[in-house]
């Protein structure tokens, strides 16, 4: 089949489904921004998009759909030059996130459309109005986040079906849309997350961890409350002053990625640090920003325990990688969470506020290791069973384009 992938920052979600397409002798193209400078052996199309300047009192609510619609206008204009030029997909997957898919239908109506849908902004019951430190309850916000999901719904309404990958993803979506959507998780390689005994990980000032030393991580691709920073780093001081050799390394870079910034203009890794600095050994406390891939897998490897928080919203990779890996995992007790982690059962969950419980929590996860081999064993087999990229997702997945392109 002629296959098309769409995403603005390719691969993303597409990371091994388009290979694998290609693997088997599809002829694979993706679509991409012309700001995304990412190689592939997957040929790329780059479209050119310069985002509007955008009245916020003239949009108002339709702010959202302004910014992401305009984008799929530059993506339907470019492919209106690759219909006129002779190509036309039998199958388009694209993620909807950001309005890319919107109108590829009007340009090639013969094609199946697949989107992948991530989330679905709702007023209730989400991310909305769950952290009131720093995010402002009330009606207005929950007609805001109501609006923000308009581009969605149109992107789903004319797909010939959606993806989403967890249970509890799926259902941030109204009925009507729920029910065109299949639940298929990106999928994590078991093979290269199997647990090493031999991994290292070298810290920044040069220093050097081994498995089995005391290690206490937290991942996130920027450091914010959305992910729980502001959590992890308050429980902080009494894990450090509970147990004196542990080393806690954090990840993640000084950007947002989903919120508001800090009023102030300083990052959130600064203004949270600054509230417990004079609390922390910090020679015992390393950042490291963002790791390459290589880097992240052998930190994993080497940690005894990993926390992991997040307001109810989308998944990160990282927690089911490190599930996978044998690590303990300690996670909020959210929605997206308590989807694949039981407590007691293969991780810990602890409420995502409760401050003290985290502390009591990681501290005991770091001091008795042997106590959770049990748990780390059935996390990993777990993994494996539901998750594992390829002899459960990648295969659905596969399937799926397939049933597509054949009607």
């Not at 036309?88 to 239908?105: A, N």
């Not at 000032?205 to 691709?221: A, K, M, P, Q, S």
């Not at 102030?264 to 020679?283: P, Y």
Request: hydrophobic share 40%; net charge neutral; proline share 5%.
């Amino acid at each position: 089949m002629k296959l098309l992938f769409v995403h603005q920052n390719f691969p993303g979600q597409f990371l091994h489904l388009a290979p694998e397409m290609q693997r088997r002798g599809h002829d694979v193209r993706a679509l991409t921004a012309a700001t995304n400078k990412t190689t592939s052996d997957v040929p790329l199309l780059r479209y050119a998009h310069t985002a509007p300047e955008v009245d916020a009192k003239a949009t108002r609510l339709g702010r959202n759909f302004t910014t992401m619609s305009d984008r799929g206008v530059s993506v339907a204009r470019f492919c209106q030059r690759l219909r006129a030029q002779g190509y036309v997909p039998d199958v388009i997957y694209g993620h909807s996130g950001w309005g890319e898919t919107l109108f590829l239908k009007e340009v090639w109506p013969e094609a199946k459309l697949l989107v992948f849908a991530e989330f679905y902004y709702r007023g209730h019951g989400a991310d909305t109005g769950f952290d009131p430190e720093f995010q402002v309850s009330g009606f207005d916000q929950v007609m805001i986040a109501q609006s923000r999901a308009a581009y969605m719904a149109q992107a789903l309404a004319h797909a010939d079906r959606g993806v989403s990958p967890t249970e509890w993803q799926a259902s941030t979506h109204p009925p009507l849309l729920r029910r065109h959507l299949e639940v298929i998780f990106d999928g994590v390689d078991c093979d290269r997350l199997a647990p090493n005994p031999d991994a290292t990980f070298t810290l920044p000032d040069g220093r050097i961890l081994h498995r089995g030393d005391e290690v206490l991580t937290f991942v996130n691709r920027n450091l914010e409350p959305y992910r729980g920073y502001h959590i992890f780093m308050r429980a902080l001081p009494d894990i450090l002053a509970a147990r004196p050799e542990a080393q806690v390394v954090i990840v993640g870079g000084n950007e947002v990625s989903y919120g508001a910034k800090p009023r102030d203009g300083a990052s959130w890794k600064e203004v949270i640090l600054a509230e417990v600095r004079d609390r922390l050994d910090l020679s015992r406390v390393h950042f490291t920003g963002k790791l390459p891939y290589d880097r992240l897998v052998d930190l994993i490897h080497v940690a005894r325990v990993h926390a992991y928080l997040t307001y109810p919203f989308v998944l990160s990779w990282s927690m089911v990688e490190t599930l996978a890996a044998g690590t303990l995992v300690v996670g909020s007790n959210t929605a997206p969470v308590a989807e694949v982690i039981k407590d007691g059962v293969n991780g810990r969950l602890v409420d995502f506020f409760d401050v003290k419980g985290w502390s009591a929590a990681l501290t005991d996860a770091l001091a008795r290791p042997k106590a959770y081999d049990a748990i780390r064993d059935a996390a990993r087999r777990m993994v494996q069973d539901r998750y594992d990229l390829r002899s459960v997702c990648l295969p659905r997945q596969v399937e799926l384009l397939t049933r597509l392109e054949r009607g």
